[in-house]
């Protein structure tokens, strides 16, 4: 089992960037392919991001791709997420989420692949 806490969400104006952090406990996790998500509110909550096991494939969401950047470091049990160019239609409470994968390859974009969450970030954009 792994629990997930986010971190760096807050306030910025439109144009500026955010980086937020998702530290895993526990073991294993390199084991993880990870993800990002993020709910406004009166919405669903709504795919982001997401990061293989390797680190070395990467998806994004149509509405953040070239502004948004998911990363992880293995060594530190770390997935980033750089935000840039933040629209005030990114405001929403950020989330992260683990699912556990035999496949270093394996990309997973729906929620119910992932079987962890953090308690999430909130990130307010104002224009």
């Known amino acids: 089992q792994v629990q997930l806490v986010e971190s760096g969400g807050g306030l910025v104006q439109a144009g500026g960037s955010l980086r937020l952090s998702c530290v895993a406990s526990g073991r294993f996790f390199s084991s993880y392919a990870m993800g990002w998500f993020r709910q406004a509110p009166g919405k669903e909550r709504e795919f982001v991001a997401a990061i293989a096991r390797s680190g070395t494939r990467r998806y994004y969401a149509d509405s953040v791709k070239g502004r948004f950047t998911i990363s992880r470091d293995n060594a530190k049990n770390t997935v980033y997420l750089q935000m840039n160019s933040l629209k005030p239609e990114d405001t929403a409470v950020y989330y992260c989420?683990?699912?556990?994968?035999?496949?270093?390859?394996?990309?997973?974009?729906?929620?119910?692949?992932?079987?962890?969450w953090g308690q999430g970030t909130q990130v307010t954009v104002s224009s």
């Open positions: 989420a683990a699912n556990p994968v035999s496949n270093i390859l394996t990309i997973s974009i729906k929620i119910g692949e992932y079987d962890y």
